[in-house]
Each structure stands twice: as structure tokens, then as C-alpha cells.
């Protein structure tokens, strides 16, 4: 019965239940089926994976030379190697799905049921809150909306039974390319723009000032790639010198600045109490380790004086916090490379999107931190490495053809 399971589709088809459980039961769930794709699959190293070995050497004698030196609580080492565990799992899932040559249709049809999944939550939380007057519902500590403040007035943020509001920016960007393109596919073509429509609700609904801008950066890129991919040079040197003419001309001779200037100004502002978190966080974060570990870093997250961890909400700045200028280097390069490697794959339709909207994720990560949820890390280099395998496979057809 279990021998021709294919577990390299247990993640997919786990993940709201990973998602909901507590992040202790998260990472036992991921390891188990880690254990189970290791006795079946086999590990490929790339150019990437070395950047990864690389980064976590850093980061171990980082958190060793850290203990020696300094006394921390328990709750804080726990934290740390929980860190460093679920970052070597998230490689091996990467060099394991570099091996593996999942079926499209079956991702795309997983895809698209986990995103109603999460439209499924968005309309309940609009249904207790309006309805029922309940706004704040949770299962395991996770809730399903909550009211924050934005641009001074109280509004439903929905967090979709996550850890916060931001991650149901990156499931989007993982999985809304996918359940377009099942949706595109149905009979009842009226049907499936409607879901199409339907979809982008969640994603207003968390009021993520940085996911908005990511996710309409994606599709920018995505929309010039429609336009440019079957043009010829003369006609892309045509189209690219009239964008450069109308960017000088907005620019001169038009309030087109000052306009934009107001409109980021009150986006920025909207939440001025997270502003000033996070802005007070990276300043202590990058004082206590130009003070006492520039080089390899802190290692271990300690406290600041508001109550968050040092080094958390930015995913670079926890580069610099835990691995010193040595580990920013190592992982600013290591995302140029995935970005870039990304850029240059050539991929058709819909697929595109998904490309591009990983492509700019590092900008997002400026402001979120990538291992601040299990499932988002193992995800985001599950995908990388469907893509990137998807890309080798078909340039490996390519090379047969032509021998």
C-alpha cells in the first residue's frame, strides 16, 4: 500500500496542518517527513548548496564561540538550535527536490486547493467579525484575524491561523501562480477569473505595506515579460528607450515625484507603533554586535529592550545579528544568486508569475525575517528547487534532442 506513495507530495498535501500546529509540533512533522524523503530520494549538490553549507558552518561555531564566552537562558539556546535545525532541514529538502520530477498538474492541483483553503478562512473571518461579532478566533495560539491600527483607524487584519499577517504574503506568492492556473483551466472560464478575483481578498486584508508593494513589484515584472518575450531586439531597445523617455519626462517635468512621495509618506505612516519597532531593533541590533562580535556574530538571540529578540523582523539584519559581517556577506550573495538564477530561467505563462514573485522575495525579507516560521523556509526552498530541477530537466531534453 505505501510502496508506491509518493511522499515527495506529503508536504503539499500536509500543509495546512503543519501551518496550524504549534512551531515545536511544526518542526517534528517536517523532520518525519524529511526521514521518510531521505530513505527514498538522493541529494544533488549545486552552486547554491554551498552557499548554505557555508553560511551554517558560520552560524555553529558562531553559537559554540558565543555559549563559551556568554551566559544565556534556556528559553533563548532552545530558540537558536531550533534555528539552526530547521535551516539544515530546509537544505536537505532543497538537495533532495532538485532530484525529484514533480508532476505539474499534481502541483497545481494541490496549489489550487490550498489557496481556497485560505480563502475559506478569509470569508470566515469576515462571517464572525460582521456576523457574529467575534474578531479574534484562534486554534493552537494561531489566530484568524485580529484589530490594529492603520492610517489611525481600526481595522480586521487577517492572519489566516498564521504566525502573523506577512506570511499569508509569501503563501500567496508561493501558491497564487498555482491556483491561477487551475483556475484558467476550468470549463466555466467566467468561473475561474471570479476565483482569480476572489483570491487577491486575503492578501488586502492583511494590510502588509511591504507585501503590497512586493506583490505589485512581481507582477510589474511579470506584465513587461508578457510584453517584451516574443519581441524582437530592435523592437525590446524600442520599448525599453520609450520607458526610459516617459521615466525622464514623469520625472522633470511632471509632480509625478511629489505624488509618489505622498502616497509612500501616508503608506509608511500607516502603522507608526511598527515603524518604530523595527527601526529601534535594527538600531540596537547592529550596535550590540559592532560592540562585541562584528566578525561571525552573536550566535544567539538575546532580548531587547522592547521585548523582541535582536536581530528579528529582517532577514538580513538577522544575517548580521547571528553570523557577523561574514555570514551578511556569504547570504547577501547567496539571494543575488537565487534571485538572478531565477530571473534567467525561461519558463511559459502563468508560471512566470510564481518565478517572479521568488525573484523579488529578498526585497520582502528586508522586513520579514525567512526563518521566522518553519513552513515558510522549507517551502521557499522546496519551490527554488522545483524550479531550478524543472530548468535542468528541460535543458537536459534539450541536449538529447540535439544529440
Known amino acids: 500500500m505505501y510502496e508506491n506513495y509518493k511522499w515527495e507530495y506529503t508536504m503539499f498535501y500536509l500543509l495546512w496542518p503543519i501551518i496550524i500546529f504549534p512551531k515545536q509540533l511544526q518542526i517534528v512533522f517536517i523532520g518525519i517527513i524529511l526521514c521518510f524523503l531521505l530513505r527514498q530520494g538522493k541529494i544533488i549538490f549545486d ?27 534556556f528559553d533563548r539556546i532552545l530558540a537558536t538550535f531550533n534555528t539552526l535545525s530547521i535551516w539544515i532541514i530546509a537544505m536537505f529538502y532543497y538537495l533532495l527536490y532538485k532530484s525529484y520530477q514533480l508532476d505539474l498538474q499534481e502541483l497545481v492541483k494541490i496549489g489550487f486547493v490550498n489557496y481556497c483553503i485560505l480563502i475559506g478562512h478569509w470569508m470566515i473571518s469576515h462571517i464572525f467579525h460582521y456576523l457574529l461579532g467575534v474578531s479574534e478566533f484562534s486554534i493552537f495560539g494561531h489566530y484568524l484575524s485580529n ?4 492610517s489611525g483607524v481600526p481595522v480586521l487584519r487577517f492572519v489566516g491561523f498564521m504566525d502573523y499577517a506577512n506570511l499569508v504574503i509569501m503563501f500567496f506568492m508561493f501558491f497564487y501562480p498555482l491556483f491561477c492556473m487551475y483556475a484558467l483551466r476550468l470549463n466555466r472560464r467566467w468561473f475561474g477569473w471570479f476565483l482569480i478575483v476572489l483570491g487577491i481578498f486575503p492578501v488586502y486584508s492583511t494590510y502588509s505595506r511591504s507585501g503590497y508593494f512586493i506583490i505589485l513589484l512581481g507582477i ?6 508578457q510584453f517584451i518575450k516574443n519581441s524582437s531586439i530592435v523592437t525590446r531597445g524600442f520599448l525599453y528607450c520609450i520607458v526610459a523617455t516617459l521615466l525622464v519626462i514623469s520625472i522633470f ?12 509618506s501616508d503608506v509608511y505612516n500607516a502603522r507608526e507603533g511598527s515603524n518604530d519597532t523595527r527601526s529601534y531593533l535594527m538600531e540596537e541590533s547592529m550596535k550590540v554586535t559592532f560592540e562585541k562580535s562584528p566578525v561571525i556574530g552573536m550566535g544567539i538571540k538575546t532580548d531587547s529592550k522592547l521585548g523582541y529578540p535582536l536581530g528579528s523582523h529582517s532577514t538580513f539584519l538577522g544575517f548580521f545579528y547571528k553570523t557577523g559581517m561574514v555570514g ?10 537565487i534571485s538572478f538564477k531565477l530571473l534567467l530561467l525561461k519558463m511559459k505563462g502563468i508560471s512566470n508569475l510564481m518565478k517572479y514573485f521568488i525573484a523579488v522575495l529578498p526585497v520582502m525579507f528586508l522586513f520579514e525575517d525567512l526563518d521566522g516560521s518553519n513552513w515558510l523556509i522549507v517551502f521557499y526552498f522546496i519551490l527554488l528547487a522545483v524550479l531550478f530541477g524543472r530548468d535542468a530537466n528541460a535543458h537536459s531534453d534539450r541536449l538529447a534532442k540535439d544529440g
Not at 331 to 336: A, E, G, I, R
Open 147 to 150: 484589530i490594529e491600527w492603520f
Open 47 to 73: 552552486g547554491l548548496s554551498y552557499f548554505f553549507i557555508f553560511y551554517l558552518v558560520i552560524y555553529i561555531i558562531s553559537i559554540f564561540y558565543n555559549l563559551f564566552l556568554h551566559s544565556y537562558e
Open 253 to 264: 517635468y511632471t509632480n509625478l515625484v511629489d505624488n509618489l512621495e505622498l502616497i509612500f
Open 220 to 225: 510589474s515584472l511579470f506584465i513587461f515579460h
Open 328 to 337: 551578511f556577506i556569504v547570504c547577501t550573495v547567496m539571494f543575488l544568486f
